[in-house]
């Protein structure tokens, strides 16, 4: 089946190329959302759309293009150390890509909708939408529901807890990262480990 090889491979870099080369870029769409808050929520929404849309799902398919490759290769992946550190890797990458690096993104953009919604109450002060009567207020209902929304998080603000997410998705993004480089190098240097 070797002559599947000539197919298989390009698919499987070029999948790669599309999965993995997104996450080089989003540090420079979250440098400018930090120099531009004001796009701040777009850029989540970028980032977020960027993640459900093209890296995950291509990610996802590598083990089928990298299975059907090593099986037309004749390679037993058992046997095979470079291939099984790099499949371990890659189980560790993708489930913490899509259990907290999503999550992460997810939770920023909640907080991102609830601030710009917010934005009329927390520049009337607090407790301005909460303390008119319900029914009476001059806010739409969906501001007044976003600043109560606000004030159940667990951080002393929005703003505390927004960066918090930050520092975490910036880690989250340099980690899976660094692994995405070891994988590319244990694939395309097959060391003999
Ligand atoms: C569980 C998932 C994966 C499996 C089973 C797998 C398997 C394979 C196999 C069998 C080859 C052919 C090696 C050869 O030329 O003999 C290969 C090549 C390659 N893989 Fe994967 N792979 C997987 C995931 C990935 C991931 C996540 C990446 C990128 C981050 C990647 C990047 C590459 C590259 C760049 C090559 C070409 C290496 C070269 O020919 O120089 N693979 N893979």
């Not at 046997?79 to 939770?107: E, F, G, K, N, S």
């Amino acid at each position: 089946m070797s002559q599947l090889v000539p197919v298989l491979l390009p698919i499987h870099i070029l999948t790669a190329i599309v999965a993995f080369g997104p996450g080089f870029v989003m540090p420079l769409i979250a440098r400018m959302a930090a120099q531009e808050p004001q796009h701040g929520l777009f850029a989540l929404r970028l980032t977020d759309r960027m993640e459900r849309r093209v890296v995950i799902p291509a990610a996802l398919t590598m083990p089928i293009s990298g299975g059907l490759l090593a099986w037309s290769e004749g390679i037993d992946p058992s046997r095979t150390h470079w291939l099984l550190t790099a499949t371990v890797l890659y189980v560790v990458a993708i489930t913490y890509a899509i259990l907290v690096q999503m999550r992460t993104i997810d939770r920023m953009i909640e907080i991102g909708r609830g601030m710009a919604a917010a934005g009329p109450v927390l520049a009337a002060g607090p407790g301005a939408a909460l303390a008119r009567p319900a029914g009476r207020s001059e806010l739409p209902t969906e501001t007044a529901g976003a600043a109560t929304e606000l004030r159940r998080s667990r951080y002393a603000n929005p703003g505390a807890e927004m960066a918090a997410l930050g520092v975490r998705a910036r880690n989250g993004g340099i980690f899976l990262m660094a692994l995405v480089v070891v994988i590319v190098s244990l694939m395309a240097g097959k060391p003999a480990i």
